[in-house]
């Protein structure tokens, strides 16, 4: 994923910052309880959004009345590619009308429930027809929807739509929606358009038991430098054997 960052409350920042050796982490105003609210908003694009390529919102964030403004806000006036998950997405039940006046792309990644509460709707509803709903929404709101479950239906917001078939028991494993988010977040940084469905493709791929992995991005351009980039996305297997591989469908401009 190239230099991540990773913006937590100050007051839970000294622990968080021994404990993760992968990513930095910046401390951002909080009520004293690791709660963010609209305190947070100015650190938060004056600090550590300029410079970055993608902005992941949601898992952890928790769901505290001033946190659901700051939310919504951030997910607004974000100027880059934008990730919805877990709280993020909780936050913004209620709010979706909003998501049209949003100035980056996003991409929305519930579970039924989730889809459920964007919707005011029940779970039974969303089961009933997951394509529509996933597709209809996506276009009604400009965004970009992987509707998460058996049959996962990734759409656009053009009303293209794909079902991704693959998967298993692993996916439901605690944490899996976290690791899609982040694969979702490191492509949309380069293609937004097809990060939803590469992403979800290898996040299902990675949770194979018993599989040791690791992921291979890599870019190449046409002969001539004017011409449009396409992406590929390889999982290469510890004996150097390919695994699975996902390709963008269209060029990255």
Known sequence: AGLVTLGVGESLNPILEGRILEA???????????????????????????????????????????????????????????????????NLAGAVDELKRAKAPIVLTPHPGEMARLLDKR?????????????????????????????????SPDGRTHINDSGNAGMASGGMGDVLT?????????????AALVGYTLDQRVARPGETIRLTLYWQAQSRPDQDWRVKAHLIGRDATLIAQADSEHPVR
């Open 24 to 90: 930095m982490t910046a401390p951002i105003p909080d009520s004293g309880d690791g709660v963010l609210g609209e305190s947070a908003y100015d650190s938060i694009c004056n600090a550590l959004l300029p410079g970055k390529k993608c902005l992941a919102i949601g898992p952890g964030l928790g769901q505290a009345v001033e946190t659901k403004e700051l939310v919504r806000k951030t997910i607004l006036e974000s100027e880059i590619p934008t990730v919805v998950d877990a709280d993020g997405l909780n």
């Open 123 to 155: 779970v039974s509803d969303v089961q009933q027809d997951r394509i529509k709903c996933a597709r209809e929404f996506a276009v009604r709101h400009r965004v970009h929807i992987v509707l998460k479950g058996a049959r996962s239906v990734c759409a």
């Open 182 to 194: 982040g694969l979702i977040a490191v492509l949309a940084g380069v293609l937004l358009a097809q």
